[in-house]
Structure formats: C-alpha cells, structure tokens
Nanobody, 125 residues
Framework: QVRLVESGGGLVQAGGSLRLSCAAS????????MAWFRQAPGKEREFVAT????????YYADSVKGRFTISRDNAKNTIYLQTSSLKPEDTAVYYC??????????????????WGQGTQVTVSS
C-alpha cells in the first residue's frame, strides 16, 4: 500500500515556474514507476510525465516536453515536477500516481494503482 501526498501548487503568472512535490509512504516506493497527471475543469485526466523506479528513464507528454522535468529522490520517498515557462493552458489539478508493476512509458491512467489527492496549479495570463 502506498499513500501519496502532493504539494507545491499555487497561482503563478504565465512564464513562471513551480516545483511540485509528491511524498510517498510505504517501503516499496523505490520499486514503483511514478508519474504525474493533470486534469483541467471539464476535461479528462491526462498524462504529463513518468519516471522509472531507478530514475534513469523519463518520458513526457509533447505538451510539456522541454518545459517540465520529472525527478525522484528514493531516499526521501519523493518525486518532483519542476515546471517552467508555464502557460494558462497548464492550469489544472496535478496528481501523482504510482505503478506497482514497474512498467515504464505507460501513459494510460488505468495502469496506475495509487493516486494522490492532487494539487491545484493556476496560471494567469
């Protein structure tokens, strides 16, 4: 069982940056593939980025590639999403998710077993 708690969201102007964090409980965190998803009002939850259990591999949605960076610190049971050059269309609730099967590169939310409660990111124009 893994419990995930996101933090770091907020209100930022277009062009700004935020660093989101996701703290995980549970001894097996370091063996899980982790990801960030987001959901804007009235839209489906969409994939943002994923990172392998070791941190050696990452994969991004085209919409955030070059602007967002996913990373993890297994010693701290935490993953991060460093965002930059934020746009109003990045406004959403951001969720972290864990995949206990250690598959990598999966962008479908149904593959992920555990979810956090989300953190709101609002980008003003």
């Amino acid at each position: 069982q893994v419990r995930l708690v996101e933090s770091g969201g907020g209100l930022v102007q277009a062009g700004g940056s935020l660093r989101l964090s996701c703290a995980a409980s549970g001894r097996t965190f370091s063996s899980y593939t982790m990801a960030w998803f987001r959901q804007a009002p009235g839209k489906e939850r969409e994939f943002v980025a994923t990172i392998s259990w070791s941190g050696s591999s990452t994969y991004y949605a085209d919409s955030v590639k070059g602007r967002f960076t996913i990373s993890r610190d297994n010693a701290k049971n935490t993953i991060y999403l460093q965002t930059s050059s934020l746009k109003p269309e990045d406004t959403a609730v951001y969720y972290c998710a864990a995949d206990s099967k250690r598959t990598f590169g999966v962008t479908s939310r149904i593959s992920y077993d555990y979810w956090g409660q989300g953190t709101q990111v609002t980008v003003s124009s």
